[in-house]
């Protein structure tokens, strides 16, 4: 039997096989069980150094990816640049090649564009994994909503999932629909049509206008953060219209007489597209998905962690 | 081709873990505080047989706990991570307890160096004892078995295949690729 490896970076769950995505969630399994220890950490990483690279605000994914890297045992700097001062091209390979010149093993980088982590991966030999880039992907996230699910279910094949809200800006539903298309889900999108990007259809995935007709169909909702500031920039009119038209509401749940396992990516605008009794709802798997997050991501820096960087080949 | 010696089939590993079972409890003092725990894979199951046997003549269940020594490796950065991590989960406290680590082979000692070293991050055990089906000498460590079924002496060529019920369907073990000397 011959396993799949990961390769050097990773970029996004479009790249991987379906046998690399099962290879990751497998190998989460027995990484949840060491967040449960009394001494919570195991050696695997020891001596591996570690840059968080976070090019955006983040507190949610930063921290998870921290206790995931400090839980096996490697080192660990983060270096946050408020967002605007800091220029693409150059300047992102810049910092990176000064890091990579002080013998540093991987980088984690969240960047405000799509595009940056494959950028830096081609650029420098240490590992590289993409914390989120732009609107492109947010491979942890897509990959712990996947390991959130399966728990959930007990499979992926076949599930019906619809992530509800504003996919045109979201990296995280990128994500989740490679990731569930290439373990045999069924994906749908609901959500204001200036916000549903049509060409994602060609992907294989319908789309559903009205939230009541895709909780009838769907077995899970991932419910995406509204960013605030689309309202603003005109795609929805209002948020109080935007919660009674796509809100997730116990109501409507009720009403299509059915359990909906509810998935939120965080952080949620509660009473605007998922309302609180739903969010602390027997259904709700939002907390465990945090707690997946750091299984997902310490699998992830394990398996790419094998072998030497490049600079110590060479 | 390589040669394949039987060294032990069924009755004669049923014996051989009879034996070690009774060991083990004379080593531990008895079976108060006694914690048999298996290293993946098959350690353990010969953990699991050699608590069912204690616990038949001493009339009590012996708790059981499993390890898997993988994220403690020495060798992650120069062979790579191995892909398939396992199951560990220990009774509720080792503290205290005379722990008896159960494993099929003893061969380089990395594995049980390992293995200690994930014990002591779940607590301070008053004893650790170590129980092996095989022990083909060819230690990198300064670490020896208290409890041994079958002594060998092999070369780096060898290769001791032990094969349990649970897993493959027979008891045996074989060495294979040369002949003991």
């Not at chain 1, 689309?230 to 749940?253: C, H, K």
């Not at chain 1, 939120?264 to 605007?272: A, I, S």
């Not at chain 2, 060819?138 to 078995?145: D, S, T």
Request: charged fraction near 25%; charge should be neutral; aromatic fraction near 4%.
């Amino acid at each position: 039997m011959t396993t799949p490896s990961l390769g050097k970076d990773l970029i996004g769950l479009e790249g991987l096989s379906a046998d690399q995505i099962r290879l990751i969630l497998d190998t989460a399994e027995p990484f949840k069980e060491v967040s449960e220890r009394a001494i919570k950490k195991v050696p695997a990483l020891r001596g591996k150094t570690i840059v968080n690279l976070f090019f955006e605000p983040s507190t949610r994914t930063r921290i998870s990816f921290e206790f995931a890297e400090k839980r096996l045992s490697a080192d660990t700097v983060n270096v946050a640049t408020s967002g605007s001062s800091v220029s693409k091209g150059e300047t992102l390979v810049d910092t990176a090649r000064n890091l990579e010149a002080m013998r540093i093993d991987m980088v984690v980088i969240r960047h405000p564009s799509s595009g940056a982590a494959q950028f830096l991966g081609d650029r420098i030999g240490s590992n590289v994994i993409n914390a989120g880039d732009g609107k492109h992907e947010h491979p942890t996230q897509g990959l712990l909503d996947l390991l959130t699910l399966r728990d959930r279910f007990g499979r992926i094949e076949g599930l019906k999932v619809a992530i509800c809200g504003d996919v045109l800006h979201s990296r995280v539903a990128r994500s989740n629909i490679w990731g569930l298309l290439k373990l045999g889900a069924e994906v749908a999108l609901c959500g204001p049509a200036t916000l549903i990007p049509r060409e994602l259809a060609e992907l294989g995935v319908q789309i559903i206008p009205r939230i009541d007709d895709a909780i009838a169909w769907a077995d899970a909702l991932n419910v995406l953060r509204l960013q605030l500031e689309r309202m603003q920039a005109g795609f929805i009119p209002s948020l109080r219209e935007y919660n009674r038209v796509f809100g997730v509401t116990r109501e409507r749940l009720d009403r299509a007489g059915k359990d909906v396992v509810i998935l939120h990516p965080g952080p949620m605008n509660r009473g605007v597209e998922i309302d609180s009794d739903v969010a602390d709802g027997p259904h709700s798997v939002i907390l465990p998905q945090v707690t997946n997050g750091v299984a997902v991501r310490m699998a992830v820096l394990y398996l790419l962690a094998g072998g030497a960087p490049e600079w110590q080949a060479s | 081709m390589p040669s394949v010696t039987r060294l032990l089939d069924d009755s004669a590993m049923a014996s051989a873990l009879s034996r070690m079972a009774r060991e083990v409890v004379e080593k531990s003092g008895g079976t108060r505080g006694l914690v048999l725990v298996g290293i993946q894979r098959r350690g353990v199951e010969l953990a699991a047989r050699l608590a069912g046997l204690i616990g038949k003549t001493e009339g009590k269940p012996i708790p059981l706990g499993k390890l898997d020594i993988t994220l403690y490796r020495d060798d992650l950065s120069t062979i790579g991570p191995r892909p398939r991590v396992g199951e560990t989960s220990l009774p509720d406290t080792i503290e205290g307890r005379t722990v008896v680590i159960v494993d099929d082979v003893l061969y380089t000692g990395r594995t049980i160096r390992a293995a200690l070293d994930e014990l002591a991050d779940f607590g301070r055990p008053r004893r650790i004892l170590l129980c092996v089906l095989v022990d083909r000498g060819g230690r990198e460590l300064p670490i020896q078995a208290d409890v041994v079924g079958q002594t060998l002496d092999t070369t780096g060529d060898d290769r001791v295949d032990v094969a349990v019920k649970e897993l493959d369907g027979r008891d045996s073990v074989e060495l294979v690729g040369g002949a003991p000397l």
